[in-house]
C-alpha cells in the first residue's frame, strides 16, 4: 500500500532561521512527488512536482529534493509569510491519479 | 481562470439531513477529485472522476455518500442522511492528464452536522 509520511508534525522557527522538512514514501512505481502548502481556511496550493531522484525544485526561499526513499522541502532564510502546513503528497503506478497525502507539518516563523 | 469553485463555503445541519455540496472544476481540466480533511485523518480520497467518468470511488465510506458528474464543467457529493462524524472540510480539486501534473484544489466546503 502506498504511504506517506511527513515529519516533523510541526516546526518552529525564527525568521532567517533555516531548516528542512521531511516526506518519507513507499510507492510501487513513483510518477510524481508534490509539494502542496495549505493556509488555515483554504485549499491546499501547489508548490512543486518532483519525477525522478536527484531531481531538485526552487521557488523563492523554497527548495525541494528527492532521493528513492525521501523528499525535502528546504527553507532558507524563512519570513513570517512562510508559515503554513506544507503536505507532501505522491502519485504511484498502481494507483491511477490518485494523490496519496501525508499528515503535513505544520511550519510556525516567527519574527 | 476562477480557479475550482465550490459551494457552499459553509453548511452546518442537522443530523439526518441531506448536504449537496458542490463543485465547478477548471475549465478543459479533464479529472475531477473530491476529498475530505479532518485533523485525524488527513486528507482522504473519496471519489475520482476521469472525463465524467467516475474511476475510483473506494473511499467512499458508505452508502449514505454519494457523487456525481452529469458533464465536464460540474459535479456534486451528497450525504443523505447526514450524521455528526461527517463534519470536516470537503474539497474539489480538478486536474489534466489524470492527476500526474498534480491538482489544482478549490476553497473547500466546511461542514457541521449538528
Known sequence: ?111 | DAGVIQSPRHEVTEMGQEVTLRCKPISGHNSLFWYRQTMMRGLELLIYFNNNVPIDDSGMPEDRFSAKMPNASFSTLKIQPSEPRDSAVYFCASSLGGGTYGYTFGSGTRLTVV
Open chain 1, 1 to 111: 500500500e502506498d504511504q506517506v509520511t511527513q515529519s516533523p508534525e510541526a516546526l518552529r522557527l525564527q525568521e532567517g532561521e533555516s531548516s528542512s522538512l521531511n516526506c518519507s514514501y513507499t510507492v510501487s512505481g513513483l510518477r510524481g512527488l508534490f509539494w502542496y502548502r495549505q493556509d488555515p481556511g483554504k485549499g491546499p496550493e501547489f508548490l512543486f512536482t518532483l519525477y525522478s531522484a536527484g531531481e531538485e525544485k526552487e521557488k523563492e526561499r523554497l527548495k525541494a529534493t528527492l532521493t528513492k526513499k525521501e523528499s525535502f522541502l528546504h527553507i532558507t532564510a524563512p519570513k513570517p509569510e512562510d508559515s503554513a502546513t506544507y503536505l507532501c503528497a505522491v502519485i504511484g503506478s498502481s494507483n491511477t491519479g490518485k494523490l496519496i497525502f501525508g499528515q503535513g507539518t505544520t511550519l510556525q516563523v516567527k519574527p
